[in-house]
């Protein structure tokens, strides 16, 4: 399979991107530094990590809620 090549069209246009918490740092990290292309490339990728380590966060914090046991007991109402 043949990997797609950047045209000159490619190269000018430019990507938009949803904008979030992870994506601002980004922003405000390559505007204050100055930072190369590559490593600019490399801060959009680790945003999806980023990302997925929230999510693992929030699902442990489900399982750790969801796992206590109740407390009270049960009254049937008339």
């Known amino acids: 399979m ?5 045209t000159q069209s490619n190269v000018n246009e430019q990507v938009v991107y949803e904008r979030c918490l992870c994506r601002e740092v980004v922003d405000a990290v390559r505007d204050s530094l100055g930072i190369s292309p590559a490593v600019r490339q490399h801060l959009a990728n680790s945003r999806i990590e980023f990302l997925k380590a929230l999510r693992q966060v929030i ?6 809620v969801a796992a206590r046991e109740q407390k009270g007991t049960k009254v049937a109402i008339e």
């Open 59 to 64: 699902d442990d914090r489900i399982q750790h």
């Open 2 to 6: 043949k990997k797609p090549q950047a």
